[in-house]
């Protein structure tokens, strides 16, 4: 059974940083693409940042030029590296696994999230 653990979260002050983790236990399928995504309370649970199994990588144009997303991106761990943290920042960041299955949707697997807290 495949599980993505993340790590590395936590309270930071406004032009902070911090470096999230994303650990792979268990076989992992063949994946397309690895990434970060994060929810803040109220708000829909919202991409961040990914990196496909060739090494292309995407981000959300809000964290553009602040975040940096690195690691494998077809079996993990992935890593996301944040400076500049921003209050509007905090939230709970997952990270997927995702395979992408055409016309059928996708399917992902979910770890259970890391919280971001940006506040002096």
């Known amino acids: 059974q495949v599980q993505l653990v993340e790590s590395g979260g936590g309270l930071v002050q406004p032009g902070g940083s911090l470096r999230l983790s994303c650990a792979v236990s268990?076989?992992?399928?063949?994946?397309?693409?690895m990434g970060w995504y994060r929810q803040a309370p109220g708000k829909q649970r919202e991409m961040v940042a990914t990196?496909?199994?060739?090494?292309?990588?995407n981000y959300a144009d809000s964290v553009k030029d602040r975040f940096a997303i690195s690691g494998d991106g077809a079996e993990g761990p992935v890593y996301l590296q944040m400076y500049n943290l921003k209050p509007e920042d905090t939230a709970v960041y997952y990270c997927?696994?995702?395979?992408?299955?055409?016309?059928?949707?996708?399917?992902?697997?979910w770890g259970q999230g890391t919280q971001v807290t940006v506040s002096s």
């Open positions: 997927n696994a995702r395979k992408w299955l055409g016309s059928l949707g996708d399917y992902d697997f």
């Open positions: 268990g076989k992992m399928p063949y994946i397309d693409v």
């Open positions: 990196i496909t199994r060739r090494g292309d990588t």
